[in-house]
């Protein structure tokens, strides 16, 4: 004789258990002998390819076939309810844990790299006198006034040889480009 253990609880499922028919709704009273899982449902004689585990609620196939749409139910089960609710809530519940472990290891390498960054910059500050700093600083400082002069000295050649000196455009032009010098130094 045969004998069925659950492949996702693996609890014993008893082939010679009452049952009833997924398609009817009979109450199939088995034997060792007669009416077990894989006889035909007595009323309507329909054959049952699949039955739900009666601890997880699983739907476990009883032949090749892909299983039916009227899967065998052990009478008396302690599972009620849809046959793959558990088995979804399972998935649901394991993608959420998933989620939520992929979710806390990008936060932990974020904190890593802004951590390791904090340290680099720690380790620069130190490495570097005061004295080096602020000479960076008065270059970065003089190279950005010698370029908004250069870019203002640019924009006048143009106008001059576009309008020429005397023109009211010009006059506007260079108004306009001291005022921008004005405003980016």
Known sequence: RMRLFCPDC???IDMTANWVCGKCNEEVYASYLTNDLLSPCPKC??????VICPHCGELLNLTEN???EYPAQIKGSTFSGNPNSLKQTKELQDLEF???KADMS???LQSEIRLENMNESRKEKVKRPQEEVLKDSLSDFNARHLAIYQIADDE???AKEKYGLDSDTYRRTQEAVDAWKEENM
């Open 156 to 158: 006048l050649k143009k």
């Open 45 to 50: 004689l329909v054959e049952s390819s699949s």
């Open 106 to 108: 990008a936060a932990l």
């Open 66 to 68: 892909d299983p039916d």
């Open 98 to 100: 998933k989620k939520k």
């Open 10 to 12: 693996r609890k014993y």
